[in-house]
């Protein structure tokens, strides 16, 4: 079998009532996509775009209005359970809601281990090693409701290992993860996919994240798939953006270092602007980058601004994501 996830015109519609009158929503429309086994694959788009109701459909969570889907081979409407059986499932969200707060680290899951049907000799070197990776072990006889947000991400990502998935439906898996953590749960999520050969289908709005793990992306825009294509393929869409990066010590009137940069005549807009901790990056559309950087450089120096760097710069996963949703 080739695809771990096939869907064939999925489709969900939500029909409410707003003011007494009926409104017809089509949160996933028509959508068509294959997963290969194996394959990270990144699924983006703005809040409300429809991603999360085409995870739940795929999921079982939800029935779709028309069309089904394939999941390790079974069919969402015919075979659910064996579909439930093949992925694991981090849905998103920081609360810990999922969890049993009155239960421990440890509790939790052995809890959801003896659902899965994992064999109690194997769930126990299973947990033990997951709670260890996830830095829970001191911890691991705690109630759950003493975790922090960040605690109780790694246990519900913990959970969604428990039973060695071929499947893994990630949904903002590092949200709420301190640095090291978010860095060493993105390194587990690539090792399961390139050494054990596991699908990870994966959300985020961490683009740095996206264009770091996944080998082919779809953009979802009003419940359909604008786009699906790796990320090399989606970096040659911008490559007639010109654009300069220039950085400078903090601290400093943003606004006017915008507004002489902008002054220029080969500056064409404001791309970004973002404060670091000691310095101001701006990032800036121009017409040409080596006739810019001399420019802009002069310009700054002129006012007495102190430059760190300035370069050529390439666009970014950002830029690509806001151009699909302009256009």
């Known amino acids: 079998m080739e695809y771990s996830v096939e869907t064939y015109n999925l489709t969900k519609i939500f029909r409410t009532r707003v003011n007494g ?10 959508v068509n996509i294959r997963v290969k086994r194996g394959e990270f694959f990144g699924l983006l788009g703005p809040n409300g775009a429809g991603k999360t109701t085409l995870i739940k459909i795929l999921c079982t969570i939800i029935l779709p209005t028309e069309g089904t889907a394939k999941v390790n081979g079974y069919d969402i409407l015919k075979e659910p359970e064996k579909v439930r059986s093949s992925f694991g499932w981090f849905h998103g969200e920081t609360g810990g809601r999922s969890l049993y707060w009155r239960l421990s680290a440890e509790d939790n899951l052995k809890f959801y281990a003896y659902l899965q049907n994992v064999p109690k000799s194997i769930a126990e070197k299973r947990i033990d090693a997951l709670l260890e990776f996830f830095g829970l072990s001191k911890d691991r006889k705690k109630l759950v409701k003493e975790y922090s947000t960040g605690m109780k991400v790694r246990v519900m990502l913990a959970r969604a290992l428990l039973h060695n998935p071929p499947i893994l439906f990630m949904d903002e898996p590092t949200i709420g ?5 978010a860095i ?8 399961l996919s390139r050494d054990l050969g596991k699908t990870v289908i994966f959300t985020s709005h961490n683009m740095f994240e996206v264009e770091q793990l996944c080998e082919r992306v779809a953009v979802m825009k009003n419940g359909k798939v604008i786009v699906d294509s790796s990320p090399s393929t989606l970096r040659e869409m911008l490559r007639d953006i010109r654009a300069v990066e220039v950085e400078v010590r903090s601290p400093v009137d943003q606004n006017l270092i915008t507004q002489k940069i902008t002054g220029l005549s080969m500056v064409e807009r404001v791309i970004e602007a973002r404060n670091n901790p000691d310095s101001l990056s701006i990032r800036v559309q121009v017409e040409d980058e080596y006739e810019a950087i001399p420019h802009i450089a002069h310009k700054l120096h002129s006012v007495g601004v102190k430059i760190l760097s300035i370069r050529k710069a390439e666009p970014t996963f950002e830029d690509i994501f806001m151009r699909l949703m302009r256009e």
Not at 21 to 29: L, P, Q, Y
Not at 184 to 191: C, D, G, I, Q, S
């Open 184 to 191: 060493e749960t993105r390194n587990l999520l690539r090792a």
């Open 177 to 181: 993860l301190d640095t090291m953590s």
């Open 21 to 30: 009158k009926e409104r017809i929503v089509k949160a996933v429309d028509q």
